[in-house]
């Protein structure tokens, strides 16, 4: 059996497709917004993104909107 995308993620999907510079920005930006972010209301490491810009604590239920892929720091 082959090993599938154990090395390349979910751009394995992609397979030799669009070349391999393409592939590797893709999957940054995509291992960046699938990680969990902590919440502006209760602190916890807990949000996760909804759709495109809206996201969500697991924890205290605040929703709010951000940037589309990771929700950016306000200072």
């Given at each position: 059996m082959?090993q599938g995308?154990?090395k390349v993620?979910?751009?394995?999907?992609f397979g030799?497709?669009y070349?391999?510079?393409?592939?590797?920005?893709v999957g940054a930006?995509?291992k960046?917004?699938?990680?969990?972010?902590?919440?502006?209301?209760c602190s916890k490491?807990?949000?996760k993104?909804?759709?495109?810009g809206?996201?969500k604590c697991?924890?205290c239920?605040?929703?709010?909107?951000?940037?589309a892929?990771?929700?950016?720091?306000?200072?």
């Open positions: 082959s995308t154990k993620g979910s751009t394995g999907r030799p497709r070349g391999v510079s393409v592939r590797r920005r930006v995509e960046k917004q699938r990680q969990k972010y902590d919440c502006p209301s490491i807990n949000v993104r909804i759709s495109t809206i996201f697991n924890s239920d605040y929703q709010f909107a951000s940037g892929y990771y929700p950016s720091k306000e200072d």
